[in-house]
C-alpha cells in the first residue's frame, strides 16, 4: 500500500514534468538553440526572440532572399565590415518596424516584437559592433 502511493507520487510527478516541457518547452529547453551556440556574444533573452521571430526567415530554415541576406545561422562567419552593416540594418528595421514584416505578424500576432524586445535587440547589436574588429 506504501508502495502504491510513493508510485502514484512519482508517476505524478512524471506527467507534471511531461506537461511542462509540452506548454512550457523553453523551460526546459535552453534558449541557446542555434542562434546562440553560432552567436556567442548573444545573450538568451535575444536569442530566444530572434529565434522565434526572424529564424522563420532568415535561417537555414529559411530559403530566399530574406536568407540570402540575413541569416543568423551563418552570421558568425560574415567577414567585420559586412557584420557591423548588418548589426546596424537588423536595429535599424526593427526600430522602424519593419521587420518582421507586417504580413507575417498579422498571420503570428504573438511575434510581433514589444518595445523591450526592440531594446534588448539593439543593444545587443550595439554591444556585438563594438567588439566587431
Ligand atoms: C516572414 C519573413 C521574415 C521575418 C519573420 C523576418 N524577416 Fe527580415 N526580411 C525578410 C525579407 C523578405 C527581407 C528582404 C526584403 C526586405 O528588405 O523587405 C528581409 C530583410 C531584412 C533585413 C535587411 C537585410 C539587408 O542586408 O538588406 C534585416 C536586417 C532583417 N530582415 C532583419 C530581421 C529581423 C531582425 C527579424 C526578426 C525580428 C526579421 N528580419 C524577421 C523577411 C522576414
Known sequence: MVMK????????????????????????????YDAAIQ?????DSVAL???????????????GLSASLLNFEKFSAL?????????????DEISRGKMPP???????????LSGSDIQKICSWTKSEKDVTP
Open 79 to 91: 567577414k567585420p565590415n559586412k557584420k557591423a552593416k548588418k548589426l546596424d540594418a537588423i536595429c
Open 102 to 112: 507586417a504580413g507575417f505578424i498579422s498571420k503570428n500576432p504573438g511575434l510581433k
Open 49 to 63: 526572440i530572434v529565434e522565434k521571430s526572424c529564424y522563420p526567415c532568415h535561417s537555414n530554415k529559411a530559403s
Open 5 to 32: 502511493n510513493y508510485l502514484k507520487i512519482v508517476l505524478f510527478f512524471v506527467i507534471v514534468v511531461v506537461l511542462m516541457s509540452w506548454k512550457f518547452p523553453e523551460t526546459f529547453i535552453s534558449p541557446k
Open 39 to 43: 552567436i556567442t556574444t548573444m545573450p
